[in-house]
């Protein structure tokens, strides 16, 4: 087996920058992903992650620098192409569509997924959501509404949506935002489980308890540049961070 810090990386970030008018929000990013890492990405508010991930995924374009995913240039692809590619992301806000159930929520995501000329039928789909929903603790609403759903099921429920398209990567914004310390606990275990599945994760996160218990690595923006980079607990340790977070 291939040492993961020997392999070629799954995402390659080269000198990003992303400008807004006269606001630079990137700022020469650069960064590399390995196969099968859980990434965490940290910041202050305005740091640049969101930005950041939506340049993965395509929502915006960069100004400078290269994204590399598996080998492939895709820098100014679509972002349904890039979902295709194998990236997926959750939101922060999970944002259902209201009128359908879970499991209509789910089979949208499924279809957008689909290989175009691959024939599946209706009850190889209907297995396939069943088996997701499974996985992540949903098998017993998937005919509730949508709109039934608590926060933390909802954001599990996004997180099925995500997992929909298949993902190589899947970038985790925010899952954990506003849940009880119980229901934390639920969405942390849950993404560690979809780690050891072969899909690489980026997690954003603010709540400092999982990112530690989470990432292999840790990345740390301010004012859209890399200020630290290592394991949590280097990260942690490190003077700037802490000034970033807490002030001088």
């Given at each position: 087996m291939i040492p993961p810090e020997t392999q070629a990386p799954?995402?390659?970030?080269?000198?990003?920058t992303k400008r807004f008018g006269g606001f630079t929000a990137l700022d020469n990013v650069s960064v590399d992903i390995r196969p099968g890492e859980r990434f965490g990405l940290i910041g202050p508010n305005g740091s640049g992650k969101t930005t950041l991930i939506n340049c993965i995924s395509g929502a915006f374009r960069t100004e400078a620098g290269t994204v590399m995913f598996r080998d492939e240039d895709i820098t100014r692809l679509q972002p349904h192409m890039r979902t295709r590619r194998g990236i997926a992301r959750s939101f922060q806000i999970p944002r259902p569509f209201k009128s359908m159930t879970v499991a209509e929520n789910l089979?949208?995501?499924?279809?957008?997924?689909?290989?175009?000329?691959?024939?599946?039928?209706?009850?190889?789909?209907?297995?396939?959501?069943?088996?997701?929903?499974?996985?992540?603790?949903?098998a017993s609403k998937a005919n509730v509404s949508a709109t039934k759903l608590s926060q933390v099921e909802l954001r599990k429920m996004e997180l099925a949506r995500a997992m929909a398209t298949h993902p190589k990567l899947l970038i985790s914004d925010e899952a954990m935002a506003g849940l009880s310390s119980s229901e934390v606990d639920?969405?942390?275990?849950?993404?560690?489980?979809?780690?050891?599945?072969?899909?690489?994760?980026?997690?954003?996160?603010?709540?400092m308890q999982a990112v530690m218990r989470f990432s292999d690595r840790v990345m740390c923006l301010d004012a859209g540049r890399i200020i630290a980079i290592g394991t949590p607990t280097e990260v942690m340790a490190n003077q700037r961070v802490q000034e970033a977070y807490l002030g001088t």
């Open positions: 799954l995402l390659r970030i080269s000198a990003l089979m949208v995501a499924l279809d957008f997924a689909a290989v175009t000329g691959e024939i599946v039928s209706a009850a190889q789909r209907r297995d396939t959501m069943m088996s997701i929903l499974t996985r992540m603790g949903l639920e969405v942390l275990d849950l993404l560690m489980s979809l780690a050891g599945q072969d899909i690489t994760i980026i997690m954003i996160e603010h709540i």
